[in-house]
């Protein structure tokens, strides 16, 4: 099968180039850049070069131009692009391939939504009803037949995989307060005197916070969702710390009385049983609280709670590069084509 | 002056060291260590050796044990010491001295409180009544003629000064929710597996959340006395990122309906002002979130909020060695003897 | 096939672990730990668990003691223990399994040369001699028959690899100058305050300079056998910098006359072709000197180099955890054993 | 007195609103920025804002412009610009203020040589001669009535201060092998991928070896006229470090027979006793390698060696932004205008 990467020297397609190196159903690669067509692979990125080496001989392991990937008439595309942007070049490949977007592009549904968070409408709203929300544990029935998957955000799909059964099962009283530590790299590959070494390196803050981020009006969408038509009242504040890679996101909500009358450890383990216990990506710890490392370089959300009162903390890391972006997005095509969904991807974090 | 340190080669005393190296006030200094006296004090510290051997004559460059600290009869005491250790080696210098401690043996009155939070009854119950707590900005009136002063933890610190002047004038209705991130040296100079760079590095997590951590009955009882002898519902849930030094706290919490009618910025600002207005240490921005490197080796904090309706959040940093341990210390010396109170400390955060 | 790890709680150990998790040849995993034999894997190292899980059946997922580790007759035996130590703990391995030895007890023949390293005459004088030195470029044909290899440490790894081939074929004039950084993990994951978060970041320095370190006589006997019997006048200095994986090496020696005459960076390409064409994990690339994250978390090593008149300038980089350590231990039981010499590592570096 | 700063807004701009703002002798200072004239201070470096406020009355708190700092009459000015351009902004200043450049515009006398290193001839070389290079421990005499002082960069101040007193006394026999590590801060605060967070962390890389960077010309003018009006074979590799500030140096040299005999730690105690014995911010200890850590934020350079027969090893560390930079500045306007030398500078490392 052909794959073709949209924006491959980014840090999201740097690590798509990885993971489809490795993937045994992936035969060829055309990595994409608009800008550096023409340049050698080993150039952008020496680590990757040799491992690719044999997936790339279609385009002499060279960076090639979106007409060049277009007339290689790729099965799945990979969009790796900056939001707003991504839409328009993935025109040649809508309803020729499918297409896993991993910008914002198609995640918010409402274009009003949309404009606000994003500050334009959406460009192609005539796709908007047609792409799917890639949530793989979540939308897994849909996947199978999308021809469009909108890649999750990294704070989005850390906020969401512990919330979502909890809201579907016990419902919510109140705020939810999401509190979410981010790794460097999920700000881009972009030259910015802001994500310089040393601007970054001893220096943590918190940015855009309560309801300013543009992924919260994303996860509200869902949390409205899993409580069945509901308006949460989400306060979501992102927090930057100096990890190139990582993210550790702590919820804290009150369950309405009735439901946290039961609530214990063994109702919190039965709960994710019920709605994980068929995924080889998550894994639940009542006794353990997650670390970002637990699962670096891996496609794997842990997850952890605390209990006290009616109040329920939740816990969660995920890799942002991996099932943040880039891993969650070889898991939708896994999904979409029938392939074994662990294909190309570790469950376990590195040292 | 003299001034002796106990605990000289852990973080807080090196840094103690320092500050008192460039103090006017600070004319003879005891470098205190009960397993290493006799040592000089430049294999323990190189870097600070040479500023203070001018202060170390008494002597002779070297660490000295508690009873030849004793016998020079210093004018103050800067205990730097582990927890349920600090109230016993203290006992020759309480009533001699003026003793500024930094563990928790007196920072919290009610003994049964303290049993269940550190495991054992307070040492010194006798002492607990006259020890005031050293929040600077809170309690300056009392330090002024304290005689044993309990200097506040790192996470009290910067979550109490932004809320104290909230809850004082405006109240609260429900829970009080803290997210606190702290740097490593937060956790001492002890060889603990945890703590070494591998494990730490490229990594990120809470601990103790919600009401588990030591420092929620500490951060509590101030909440409890700011509202007038109320019940704070505080959850207080602290990570662990990877930095050396730094702190930031997000708060959140709903004002009750009638104080949240006037709540703007203005009105922030005006808050602030009538509490912190004289004071040099405590900086606040409505406009711009504050960043842990702020205040890098400063004694400062910086505070900022953002406004829902009648959510506030609240954003605060310090250095957690400086503000959060050995600088506000200094601080409490500084307000006790009646000298400048930033003599020797500084007010900017290095880059 | 059978493997067993002695010292699977260290980082060695914690590598070794995931690697053979995904090996397709190693089929049971006896995870061993003197000190903590019977606890669940699980709570070592949450994040390779669940990968691991399916392996290690036959310890009911738990870690084992040396006694039950020898009654289940592995193949391999891979001990990731302290210098000094191994020899000792591996007796009832020797014969029965092929040892893959980790620490340093065999890599230096002379006894008289290993006294002075190590403090202390070898262990096991009896088993020197047979004893294969696993650096797998240059002694693969040995490796194929051994019954105890004795695998490189990092420093002479990403020293030799460059080295051997220039003094086999060109020789030298004078001394040989190294000067290597390494991440902090080459320190093993003992409890010692110098390894701490605090101690390490944002610091740098060498230590053991010139001819005092432990790997200088085990680069030294490589380099006077590549002489053809010569004594290489080496100076090897290691320095400490804040990463938690990786190694660099920078290397400068002269040639004698008459081999330099013809140095030029396509002799240089020769060379390593004819040394390396065929070895999967060694790329060079004299038009760009490496950095140590092209090779992080991979079992290769990338080479460059400058010439300037008949000096000439090596660079090279490892993961010293990988290369330098574990995964050249996977690669040394691919060897023995005729698998892929590839299987289960990696050949490219992780973003 | 009044300084105005050009490139206010740099790293090395910064250190020195830093340094200056707590400078006894420094009344006001005019911080200029071409690009961003107009701006509040407070919004580029909220940290130093508050101590630099009362020394910024003449400007309002802003940043101001080249001509509106002319129109001050700075008695110095210190111009933290980009090389090629210092010259060309300084032009008011020359002549009416005692001009501090940070730049390298003056540091290499002859033309040739620096149009071989920096792309084009020098802006100014009616000025070269007049300029004073600025290495205050070698040339302090000049300094003190010097119109122009050409504050030497970070890598020769480093590498220079162990080395010249060396050469003077004993002299060189064959290459001068310097290998230096520095941290990031050294690429200036210019929005670059290659600068990034993600990109610098977790990786470490020589870079401009041997005889390329644009450093060893101006090391080794200074090494040729320590020897008398030799020519130093010097090769100079530079190695990026994933620090923020730090500089650590690591040389080699064979000293000639004669002088190589009488050679111990004894000699080389006397020696730095002989060059640096009156200054403040040299320290030397034959018996421990220096840290970078321990001068991080000071002016001071340490210093160690390690003896092997006639080879000589050499290791000093130095801040990069501090005594490679802002620091070594204000000492040079300390000694050209007669102030304590150590005024506004640290001897001692921060932890």
């Known amino acids: 099968m052909k794959a073709a990467i949209l924006g491959a020297t980014g840090y999201t397609g740097m690590i798509l180039l990885r993971l489809l190196s490795e993937h045994q159903h992936i035969d060829e690669i055309a990595a994409v850049s608009s800008s550096r067509a023409g340049m050698d692979l080993k150039e952008v990125d020496p680590g990757v070069y040799t491992a690719l080496g044999k997936k790339t001989g279609c385009t002499g392991g060279k960076l090639v131009s979106v007409d060049e990937a277009t007339a290689m008439k790729p099965e799945v595309v990979f969009a790796a692009l900056p939001h707003l942007e ?155 710390v100096p990890l190139k890679r990582g993210m550790e996101v702590t919820t804290i909500l009150d369950l309405p009385k009735e439901a946290a009358s039961g609530l214990n450890d063994e109702a919190m383990n039965s709960l994710y049983e019920k709605y994980y216990g068929s995924s080889p990506f998550v894994a639940w710890d009542g006794g353990r609280l997650p670390q970002s490392r637990d699962v670096w370089g891996s496609n794997s959300c842990r997850i952890s709670w605390k209990i006290e009162g009616r109040s329920l903390m939740l816990f969660s890391v995920i890799d942002n590069l991996v099932k943040g972006a880039s891993g969650q997005a070889v898991q939708n095509m896994n999904i979409r084509f029938g392939f074994e969904e662990t294909e190309g991807l570790r469950v376990y974090g590195e040292l």
């Open 86 to 240: 991504s839409a328009k070049v993935c025109a040649p490949f809508f309803g020729n391939s499918v297409v896993i977007d991993l910008s914002a592009d198609f995640r918010i549904k409402d274009p009003v939504v949309f404009e606000k968070a994003y500050g334009q409408p959406p460009e192609r709203q005539d796709l908007l009803d047609a792409a799917v929300y890639g949530l793989c544990e979540v939308y897994g029935d849909d996947i199978k037949s999308a021809g469009l998957i909108s890649n999750p955000g990294c704070y989005p799909t850390a906020s969401l995989l512990p919330l979502i059964p909890v809201l579907k099962e016990f419902g919510v009283d109140g705020k939810i307060v999401i509190n979410a530590l981010s790794g460097i790299s999920g700000a881009g590959r972009k030259a910015a005197v802001n994500n310089l070494f040393v601007e970054r390196t001893e220096n943590c803050g918190a940015y855009s916070p309560g309801k300013s981020h543009r992924h919260q009006p994303e996860i509200k969408k869902e949390l409205d969702a899993a409580l069945g038509g509901g308006d949460a009242d989400l306060f979501f504040t992102p927090h930057l």
